[in-house]
């Protein structure tokens, strides 16, 4: 079993909807989690970061967790064509190794 | 303030040759990982510095790679015997310490092996 597994899409969402991606990861002491989008030929630029269990919301975006569940998702509300990318969920371990999904490639259609 | 920077931005070198890759991190990050990124792929660990530790080499995929860091500044990824599945953009991020927190990458060098 990989480290986190994402689904890799494609994720198709009209303009407006929200879009929902998803991860689980399988290191049951992970504490921290990220979330990542790389647009095409570009560098990964971080979207938000949870520690928590919950939700954690900023702007548009909100990211869920649930640590009995090994799972961390990310909405994506009133998604915009701009939206349109590759998300990254990141795990650390305690060691600070971190392990990458390998994305979810999201297309907003207008 | 600056960013990580990463040079050359490509590279394209032929089978056999060695290439050097270079990353500046951010100013004051004591931590700084390399990734490598295959087309269409994920990214894939492959070594990590903290300040004046020892590195996480466990990543790096075969002798042929090494890196190195001087203290919380430069540091350069080498690749000897280069191979056609060393093709790969090549990111270094950096971050400010110990505990995880978030990565800054650089733009990558593409590195394109003929």
């Known amino acids: 079993q990989k480290e986190v597994e994402q689904n890799s899409g494609p994720l198709s969402v009209p303009e407006g909807a929200i879009a929902s991606l998803n991860c689980t990861y399988s290191?049951?002491?992970?504490?921290?989690f990220f979330w990542y989008r790389q647009y095409s030929g570009k560098s990964p630029e971080l979207i938000m970061s949870?520690?928590?269990?919950g939700d954690k919301e900023d702007g548009r975006f909100t990211a869920q967790l649930n640590k009995a569940s090994q799972y961390v998702s990310l909405l994506i509300r009133d998604s915009q064509p701009s939206d349109s990318a590759t998300y990254l969920c990141?795990?650390?371990?305690?060691?600070?190794?971190?392990?990458f999904g390998t994305g979810t490639s999201l297309t907003v259609i207008p | 303030g600056a960013g990580v920077s990463q040079s050359p931005s490509n590279k394209v070198t032929e089978k056999g040759k060695d290439v050097e890759l270079r990353c500046d991190p951010i100013?004051?990050?004591?931590?700084l990982y390399w990734y490598r990124q295959r087309l269409g792929q994920g990214l894939e660990f492959l070594i990590y510095?903290?300040?004046?530790?020892?590195?996480?080499k466990s990543g790096l995929p075969s002798d042929r790679f090494s890196a190195e860091r001087t203290g919380e500044s430069v540091s350069t990824l080498t690749i000897q015997r280069t191979q056609q599945e060393d093709s790969a953009v090549y990111l270094c991020?950096?971050?400010?310490?110990?505990?995880?927190?978030?990565?800054?990458f650089g733009p990558g060098t593409r590195l394109l092996v003929l």
């Open positions: 991020a950096s971050s400010r310490g110990r505990v995880p927190e978030t990565q800054y």
């Open positions: 100013s004051g990050h004591t931590a």
């Open positions: 510095f903290q300040g004046n530790s020892a590195p996480d």
């Open positions: 990141a795990v650390p371990n305690t060691g600070n190794q971190f392990y």
């Open positions: 290191d049951r002491v992970s504490q921290s």
């Open positions: 949870i520690y928590s269990n």
